[in-house]
């Protein structure tokens, strides 16, 4: 979920397709690892919700207390009774869009997931669906980002199944035991070849656990679009927001790697939040949550994702 709340480099190389690349991941975390699921879930009436708070530049605003936070469950407010600033180990699934859609902006694309796995820690792990016509799992769990890059392809081709690399890859994230999960997506949002449909992803983001962040290589305004291009934005925005992540949308392709960093420091610094709702009934119907945030002094405006709801437990 969105919400702008009015109230208050890395250094880039050039990469080709001989390149040697290695990755020295960050030996230090930004704040202090806690052992909180970060994936919002309603376990013994507590529920925790993942929270991303940043300020216009997309800087992770670091510093607040529960004091700043209110919490809607079902247009009813909340207490807050626990708040944590962690930067616990993640596991990332990594959806790259190779289909004919891509041609010139394979080797942008390739710095990016450069740059994002830099910012990743040593305990975090990862994995490589790669996508055209077909959904390929690339590359299985590595702790090893170098495993990453040396099966990223660069030849771009055939139609596009971004839906069911969706699927495959929220599959996939259920097999690992990290606290925290996320898919990270770099495709420019257009599906011709899927079988799963919109409202099947959908549903899948919001069951899931995981967090969608999207880096959407959109064309320039005025271009001439087919229909599977027109509704790429839209989306990504729908799939991403489903889950209390968000979209990057890019225009200009040199922006591609610094927008990848930063959704790698904001998933590496995030808040997670609990609280007990009263009216929480174990009866597997669905609850929309609302965050909002007020910024601290100096702060005109404030970014903040959540999930927009969560489903209650069954007995």
């Not at 305004?221 to 989306?235: K, T």
Request: proline share 6%; charged share 25%; aromatic share 6%.
């Amino acid at each position: 979920m969105l919400s702008f709340a009015p109230l208050a480099v890395l250094s880039f190389w050039a990469l080709s397709a001989e390149a040697q690349i290695s990755i020295r991941p960050r030996q230090t975390s930004l704040a202090t690892k806690q052992s909180i699921p970060s994936a919002m879930r309603a376990d013994s009436n507590l529920v925790l919700i993942p929270v991303g708070v940043t300020d216009l530049l997309n800087c992770p605003v670091m510093g607040l207390d529960k004091s700043s936070f209110r919490v809607f469950d079902s247009n009813v407010e909340q207490q807050v009774l626990t708040l944590a600033f962690e930067d616990a180990p993640l596991a990332v699934g990594l959806v790259f869009d190779r289909s004919s859609s891509m041609e010139g902006k394979m080797d942008k694309s390739r710095a990016a997931v450069v740059q994002f796995l830099r910012t990743a820690n040593p305990e975090d792990e990862f994995f490589l669906v790669e996508f055209n016509d077909q959904v390929h799992l690339k590359q299985p769990w590595t702790s090893d980002p170098s495993d990453i890059l040396a099966e990223l392809g660069s030849d771009p081709h055939g139609k596009t199944a971004l839906l069911d690399a969706i699927a495959l890859s929220l599959g996939e994230l259920k097999k690992s035991s990290k606290p925290r999960k996320a898919l990270v997506i770099l495709s420019d949002g257009r599906d011709n070849h899927s079988r799963y449909n919109r409202r099947e992803i959908l549903d899948m983001a919001r069951e899931s656990d995981a967090l969608i962040y999207a880096m959407g290589i959109f064309a320039y305004p005025g271009a001439q679009l087919r229909p599977e291009e027109v509704s790429g934005p839209s989306l990504l925005t729908d799939v991403t927001e489903a889950s209390g992540g968000r979209l990057f949308p890019v225009g200009d392709l040199n922006d591609l790697p610094d927008v990848a960093r930063r959704i790698g420091v904001e998933l590496h610094n995030q808040y997670v939040l609990g609280y007990s709702p009263g009216n929480l009934q174990a009866d597997g119907k669905h609850h929309k949550v609302k965050v909002k945030v007020a910024p601290p002094r100096g702060l005109s405006y404030l970014h903040v994702d959540w999930r927009a709801g969560y489903r209650a437990p069954v007995e």
